[in-house]
C-alpha cells in the first residue's frame, strides 16, 4: 500500500513539473521581444543572422566578434539608413565576396536543389528502413 502511494506521489510531481513547463511555454509565446523595435532595426537584426562571416568558420556576422564582422554591420547599418533593400545588400555582399557569404542558398536554380536534397535522403532512409523492417518480421514469422 505504502509502494503504490509512493508511486502516486512520484507521477504526481512528474504532472507538477510537466504543468510548469507547458504554462511557461504557453506564456513565452505571447512574449515579443522585437515589440520595441523599429522597422530598419528588425531588418538589421534579420540581415546580420543571414550573413555569414568571410573569415570565420561557420559563423554568421551576428555570432563574431571579428573586425571584418563589425566593419560588415556598420555596413549593414549604414545602407539600411541609405534607403536600400535587404535584395540589393544582399547582391551587393555577394557581388564583392561570393555566394558564400550568405548563411543559406537561395531557394531557385541550384540552391533549390540543395534544399531539396536532404528531404530526398530523408524519404530514401525511411523507405530502406521500412523495407528491411518488414524483411526481418517476415523472416522471424517463418523461423
Not at 502516486?8 to 520595441?36: A, E, H, P, W
Amino acid at each position: 500500500m505504502k509502494k503504490q502511494l509512493k508511486s502516486i506521489n512520484y507521477y504526481r510531481s512528474y504532472y507538477l513539473i510537466g504543468s510548469l513547463v507547458l504554462c511557461m511555454t504557453m506564456l513565452s509565446c505571447f512574449y515579443d521581444k522585437q515589440s520595441d523595435l523599429t522597422h530598419n532595426e528588425i531588418r538589421y537584426l534579420e540581415l546580420e543572422t543571414k550573413i555569414k562571416c568571410p573569415i570565420c568558420p561557420a559563423e554568421t556576422i551576428a555570432e563574431s566578434n571579428t573586425k571584418i564582422s563589425q566593419d560588415l554591420k556598420d555596413f549593414i547599418k549604414n545602407k539600411i539608413n541609405d534607403g536600400w533593400t535587404d535584395e540589393q545588400i544582399k547582391s551587393f555582399l555577394v557581388s564583392k565576396y561570393g555566394i558564400e557569404i550568405l548563411a543559406t542558398p537561395d531557394k531557385k536554380g541550384i540552391g533549390l536543389f540543395l534544399w531539396i536534397i536532404p528531404i530526398i535522403i530523408l524519404i530514401i532512409a525511411s523507405l530502406t528502413y521500412f523495407i528491411l523492417y518488414s524483411n526481418i518480421r517476415v523472416k522471424k514469422r517463418i523461423i
